[in-house]
C-alpha cells in the first residue's frame, strides 16, 4: 500500500516513522509523497532525505496513478472533502480524525509493549534478587497466609517443588501447622507486620522434612499498593549451627569455671576424707562384728568410699589430662569395653550385641581414654534397660570423610525432649547414686580427641550414642 500524506507537521512525522519501524502482517504500507505548504518542517525535512516526492500541493497527487491511500492531516475538513471530489476511484482517503484514532490505537500498542518490556524487566530483577543475591530462604505471603512464591533457596531447604507449595498455607509448609503461628514463644511476623506496616523481626523453630528442628531468624517486609497493604515477603535464615557454637562456646567457659572449682573442692575434701576412713576402718578392727557400733563404723566407711569416688570423678573430670595417642584397632577397643561390662549386663539379664565393621582401618587413639568413654557409655545403656532388653555395639567406617564411628544404643525407656539438651552438663543427674559427672568427661575426652559425641532419643523407643573419631595420620599428629 502506498500512501500519500497532505500535512508535514508532527503528525505526518509521527506517522511516517510508525511506518518504517512497525512490522505489519497483513499489508506493507510505504509512505510515497508528501504535501506541505511550509519548507521548514520536520517531516517535510526527513521526507527530502528519504527522497520522497514532495510539493506544495497536494493537487499533485491527483495526476500520479502509484497512490493507493491519501491521509489528510492538515485538520481541515474542506481540503478532506475537496480530495474525496478529485480523487480516483480506486484511491482511498482518510481524514485526520480517522488518522488520530489509528494514532491512538498505535500509542496504545506501543505503551503496552513498553509496560510487557518493562514487566520483563522487572520479573527478571525479581528472579535474580530472589535467587541469586538473596541466599536466605525467601517467601511472598498474601494476608490469607498462602504462599504466593519462593525462591529456589526455600524450595530447595523444604525438599519440594514450588508447584507443590504455591496456594499453601505457610504456617502448614513451614511449621506443620493447622492454624497461624500465635503466642508469646511464637508469634506470627505476617500479622505484625501488617498491623504496624513496617518490617518485623522473630525467632522460630520450623521442622525440616525429617521433623528435626531448625531455628529461623524470620524478617517480614510488607507489601504495599495504593497505601494498603496486601502481603508480605518473608526471608528467614537457618541460624541453628550459630545457635550452637554459641552454646557450644558458652558451655567450654562454664566447664573452664567448674573445672577448676572442682580441683580445688576436691583436694580440700580429700585429706579430712582420708583421715575420716582410716579412722573409721581403725576404730572398726578393733570392735568385734556384734558390737553396737560396728554396723554404724561399716556405714561411715562405705560412705567415706563413696565420698572418695565422686572426689576421683571431680579430679578426672577437672584434669583433662592430654591423650597419648598410638594407633589401635577401634574394634578391638570395642571387643574388650563389651568383655569388661558383659557381666553387669548379664546379671540384669541384658542381652549385648556387637556388630563390628570389618572395613574399619587403625585409628590414632588414646586407649584407655576411648574405653573409658565406651564403658561409660554401655554401663549407662544397661543401667538404662529393663529385663530382657537389648544394647548394641557398631562400628562404622565412613570413606568418604575419613571418619569412623561408635555407636551405643539400648532399648531403654528413652530421653525426654525436656533433659536431652543436659545430659552432657557437669553434675546433671537423674539417678539417685549417679555424680552427673560421666557423659562431661567422655565428651571432654572425645573432644580432646578431635571428634564429636551426640545422642539420639525418643522417650520410650530406647537412645543412641553416636562417638565420630577423624582418621588421621601419624605424621599429621606429630606435626
Known amino acids: 500500500m502506498r500512501i500519500a500524506i497532505v500535512g508535514g507537521g508532527t503528525r505526518c512525522l509521527y506517522l511516517m516513522e510508525m511506518i518504517k519501524n512497525h512490522k505489519f502482517h497483513e499489508i506493507s504500507p510505504v509512505v510515497i509523497a508528501v504535501a506541505e505548504i511550509k519548507d521548514s518542517t520536520p517531516a517535510l525535512l526527513n521526507a527530502k532525505k528519504r527522497g520522497l516526492f514532495i510539493t506544495h500541493d497536494y493537487n499533485d497527487f491527483f495526476q500520479r496513478d502509484d497512490i493507493d491511500l491519501i491521509v489528510e492531516l492538515t485538520g481541515s475538513l474542506d481540503i478532506y472533502n475537496d480530495i474525496l471530489q478529485k480523487k480516483a476511484r480506486n484511491v482511498r482517503a482518510i481524514a485526520h480524525t480517522t488518522a488520530l484514532l489509528f494514532w491512538e490505537i498505535s500509542t496504545s500498542s506501543d505503551m503496552h509493549k513498553k509496560v510487557g518490556r518493562k514487566l520483563q524487566e522487572t520479573q527478571a530483577l525479581y528472579y535474580a534478587m530472589s535467587n541469586e543475591m538473596i541466599q536466605e530462604d525467601m517467601m511472598v505471603i498474601g494476608l490469607d497466609y498462602r504462599i504466593q512464591d519462593a525462591n529456589a533457596a526455600m524450595v530447595k531447604k523444604l525438599g519440594t517443588r514450588i508447584d507443590e507449595i504455591k496456594g499453601r498455607h505457610c504456617y502448614e509448609v513451614t511449621h506443620h501447622l493447622d492454624k497461624p503461628c500465635s503466642g508469646d514463644h511464637h508469634p506470627c511476623p505476617l500479622i505484625e507486620a501488617v498491623k504496624v506496616r513496617k518490617p518485623t523481626q522473630t525467632t522460630h523453630i520450623h521442622l525440616d522434612k525429617s521433623d528435626n528442628e531448625l531455628h529461623v531468624s524470620i524478617s517480614c517486609y510488607p507489601l504495599i499498593e495504593d497505601r494498603k497493604v496486601v502481603g508480605v515477603i518473608e526471608i528467614s535464615k537457618d541460624i541453628t549451627q550459630d545457635i550452637k557454637v554459641e552454646k557450644a ?115 590414632y587413639v588414646d586407649k584407655d581414654q576411648i574405653q573409658q568413654v565406651i564403658i561409660n557409655l554401655t554401663l549407662n545403656a544397661i543401667e538404662a534397660t529393663q529385663s530382657g532388653g537389648n544394647v548394641d555395639l557398631i562400628t562404622r567406617y565412613l570413606p568418604d570423610i575419613q571418619k569412623i564411628e561408635v555407636e551405643v544404643s539400648d532399648s531403654g525407656i528413652g530421653i525426654s525432649k525436656e533433659i536431652i539438651d543436659k545430659i552432657f552438663d557437669p553434675f546433671f543427674t537423674t539417678r539417685a547414686d549417679g555424680t552427673g559427672l560421666g557423659l562431661s568427661i567422655a565428651q571432654g575426652i572425645v573432644e580432646q580427641h578431635d571428634g564429636k559425641i551426640h545422642v539420639k532419643s525418643r522417650p520410650g523407643e530406647g537412645a543412641s550414642f553416636v562417638i565420630q573419631l577423624p582418621l588421621k595420620k601419624e605424621e599429621e599428629l606429630d606435626g
Not at 572449682?261 to 575434701?269: D, F, K, R, T
Not at 581403725?282 to 565422686?310: F, G, M, V, W
Request: hydrophobic share 40%.
Open 249 to 363: 562456646m558458652m558451655r567450654q567457659d562454664k566447664m573452664v569455671s567448674i573445672g577448676k572449682l572442682s580441683a580445688g573442692v576436691a583436694h580440700e575434701i580429700n585429706n579430712p576424707l582420708t583421715t575420716i576412713l582410716t579412722s573409721a576402718m581403725l576404730a572398726q578392727e578393733e570392735l568385734e562384728p556384734d558390737h553396737p557400733i560396728y554396723e554404724e563404723l561399716k556405714t561411715i566407711s562405705n560412705e567415706a568410699i563413696r565420698c572418695r569416688k565422686i572426689v576421683k570423678s571431680l579430679l578426672d573430670f577437672a584434669r583433662h589430662s592430654e591423650p597419648v595417642k598410638k594407633s589401635y584397632s577401634l574394634n578391638a577397643i570395642v571387643q574388650e569395653s563389651y568383655i569388661l561390662t558383659r557381666k553387669q549386663a548379664a546379671f540384669k539379664d541384658v542381652t549385648v550385641h556387637v556388630n563390628l565393621s570389618e572395613e574399619i582401618p587403625f585409628v
